[in-house]
């Protein structure tokens, strides 16, 4: 069956709940590959990271979560990175056991109010020609490129490539 | 303004055209080739590829099973270094009956991804083999196991590839078992390798 999903998993999200959220995040014990939050005019961008790549591994993704508090909409229009030839945003989804991606050459939008996440199996930034490996425990510097909070400087930890998805049990097991 | 609105517009349009690819892709190949059970079983065919164990690989080397294979290539930045990860998570579940399961990774992308190349990709995971060949006979294989797989063109020029995300399990005497979905739910994914491995 045709079954979506994975792509853009836009949730709204309200100004109190963000303040909610925020004193979470701020309880919460730090980890080591957590980004700080960083907020620019009236987005505030959190839980950056990327994958150490495989040996050879050409490309890799990044991934964020991008909450627009405002009441106007924005516009995610470029990404760049030093450790890439090319950056570009892409739109993937699993299709019936096929893979497919697009890429947004103009970029995501940002509706006021809500909040857009890239993580692994949906949205992305997508690293090409990659100058080297990422290694885990590293960081990533991206800038992005608002339409109106303008550029924005943000580090991507690298985190160790572990198994996707699921829930494992056995964590604490083997 | 109207710039902006004409940006949007685009952006929205891509996000539309991924749901309609999807959408193309399943009913005009994929469900027709899943549906096409009149011609060979899974894995059959005269396809001739190498292994990055210095091996060929083509069906005969599925006999010596049981077997898991995954189609996908190194210019991917999510879904096949994820599906690694998770063959590593299944050998380590299973343990030592792990070494009764070989594990290939057949490039979709001949064009880029060596035999060498890719034996360095896959050699993260123990005893994965990589395997490459002509574009003619990837082709080839691609048909034996129903594999879909198309190069989609990006705006540097470059391109990445669609593909069939799902590994197929074959029993020892190369008879095709189970597919494993993408992100399966580990514990069906371990009852289908026990049972693959305990028969």
Not at chain 1, 71 to 76: F, K, P, S, T
Not at chain 2, 98 to 122: C, H, I, K, S
Request: hydrophobic content about 45%; overall charge negative; aromatic content about 8%.
């Amino acid at each position: 069956m045709f079954r979506p999903f994975g792509l853009p998993k836009v949730k709204p999200m309200k100004t109190k709940m963000k303040l909610l959220a925020a004193l979470v995040a701020l309880g919460a014990p730090a980890m080591a590959d957590d980004m700080a939050p960083v907020t620019q005019d009236t987005l505030t961008l959190t839980d950056g990271y990327a994958y150490a790549t495989l040996p050879n591994q050409p490309v890799a993704g990044g991934f964020l979560t991008i909450a627009n508090g405002g009441e106007a909409d924005d516009h995610l229009v470029a990404a760049a990175s030093d450790i890439a030839g090319v950056t570009q945003i892409h739109a993937m989804m699993m299709d019936g056991g096929v893979m497919v991606m697009r890429e947004l050459a103009d970029g995501l939008p940002l509706p006021a109010g809500e909040t857009v996440v890239l993580q692994s199996g949906g949205l992305h930034l997508m690293f090409m020609q990659l100058n080297g490996p990422l290694v885990a425990g590293e960081t990533v510097a991206v800038t992005l490129r608002f339409e109106n909070a303008g550029e924005v400087a943000i580090d991507l930890p690298i985190r160790k490539k572990m198994a996707g998805g699921m829930d494992h049990s056995a964590t604490g097991g083997h | 303004m109207a710039a902006t609105t004409q940006t949007k517009m685009r952006t929205a349009i891509a996000i539309g055209c991924l749901f309609a690819s999807a959408a193309l892709i399943w009913f005009a190949w994929v469900k027709p080739m899943l549906e096409d059970t009149s011609g060979v079983d899974f894995g059959r065919g005269d396809y001739i590829l190498q292994g990055s164990d210095g091996q060929p690989f083509t069906q005969q080397t599925l006999k010596n099973g049981p077997t898991a294979v995954f189609f996908g290539f190194t210019h991917c930045p999510d879904v096949c270094p994820t599906t690694l990860a998770d063959i590593a998570l299944w050998q380590d579940e299973l343990g030592p009956a792990a070494d009764n399961l070989q594990v290939y990774f057949v490039t979709v992308d001949p064009e880029r991804d060596t035999v060498d190349l890719l034996g360095d990709y896959v050699g993260w995971v123990d005893g994965v083999v990589g395997v490459s060949g002509s574009v003619a006979e990837i082709e080839k294989a691609k048909k034996a196991f129903r594999i879909f797989s198309r190069k989609v063109p990006l705006s540097d020029g470059g391109y990445s590839m669609d593909h069939s995300a799902y590994v197929m399990l074959f029993d020892k005497r190369g008879e095709f078992f189970e597919p494993i979905g993408y992100q399966e739910d580990l514990n069906r994914v371990m009852a289908k390798l026990n049972r693959l491995l305990g028969g």
